[in-house]
């Protein structure tokens, strides 16, 4: 079964420090993994979109990490701010069907000042 | 327009009603993509849009739901018999085309709420 598996749920950091986000995913054959932001209330924003070949991709403070080989995905957040407070999600395109986007849960991230 | 708009921002209605939901995408997107968000979770996808044409409503949950974009940019979601269920926040979004790196641009939702 297609899936994509968020950690952790919720997380709580104080402004100014680094935090990683953990993705796993089973969708096969894949097409492309997307990292959004989602404010409370609000669409979602997206920070980056890799494809199978692309190791890392980087958008201001975010960093994005795939290994295509153990389904692994991470999302560093750099010298965090009150504003990345939201939730994240990843997603993942199926080869067959790209647009029928597979998401995880998110994970819920709070910066405290 | 500059980005994806959603009408109305917030729909409360009654157990039994029918609504619709409006979107108008970025211009010149020939995708259009309708989701489902139930607190909590990620979307769910519900319909997508190539043109006028749906291309894969597969996502619907049932006969209840329908989705028209007749003249390939505004597109209207109609919930018939709204059931409480059917409370979510329901998201649109549409991107260029469909390729691998193509970025899909989401609207603000429409929060519905049946009671």
């Known amino acids: 079964k297609n899936q994509v598996e968020q950690s952790p749920q919720s997380l709580i950091i104080l402004e100014g420090k680094n935090c990683t986000l953990q993705?796993?995913?089973?969708?096969?054959?894949?097409?492309?993994l997307r990292w959004y932001k989602q404010d409370t209330g609000r669409g979602p924003v997206s920070l980056t979109i890799?494809?199978?070949s692309e190791n890392t991709k980087s958008n201001g403070r975010y960093t994005a990490t795939l290994d295509a080989d153990t389904k692994q995905s991470s999302l560093h957040i750099t010298a965090s701010q009150l504003s990345d407070s939201a939730s994240y999600i990843c997603?993942?395109?199926?080869?067959?069907?790209?647009?029928?986007?597979?998401w995880g849960a998110g994970t819920k991230l709070i910066i405290k000042p | 327009g500059a980005g994806v708009s959603q009408t109305p921002s917030n729909k409360v209605t009654e157990k039994g009603k029918y609504v619709e939901l409006r979107c108008d995408p970025i211009?010149?997107?020939?995708?259009l993509y309708w989701y489902r968000q139930s607190l909590g979770q990620g979307p769910e996808f519900l319909i997508y849009?190539?043109?006028?044409?749906?291309?894969?409503d597969s996502g619907l949950p049932n006969d209840r739901f329908f989705a028209v974009r007749p003249e390939g940019s505004v597109s209207t979601l109609k919930i018939q018999r709204t059931e409480r269920g059917d409370s979510a926040m329901y998201l649109c979004?549409?991107?260029?085309?469909?390729?691998?790196?193509?970025?899909?641009?989401f609207g603000q939702g429409t929060r519905l709420t049946v009671v």
């Open positions: 997603v993942v395109s199926h080869l067959d069907s790209n647009y029928q986007l597979i």
């Open positions: 993705c796993n995913y089973t969708v096969s054959p894949f097409s492309n």
């Open positions: 979004a549409s991107s260029p085309g469909t390729g691998a790196n193509t970025e899909a641009f």
């Open positions: 211009s010149g997107h020939t995708a």
């Open positions: 849009f190539q043109g006028t044409g749906a291309a894969d």
């Open positions: 890799m494809t199978f």
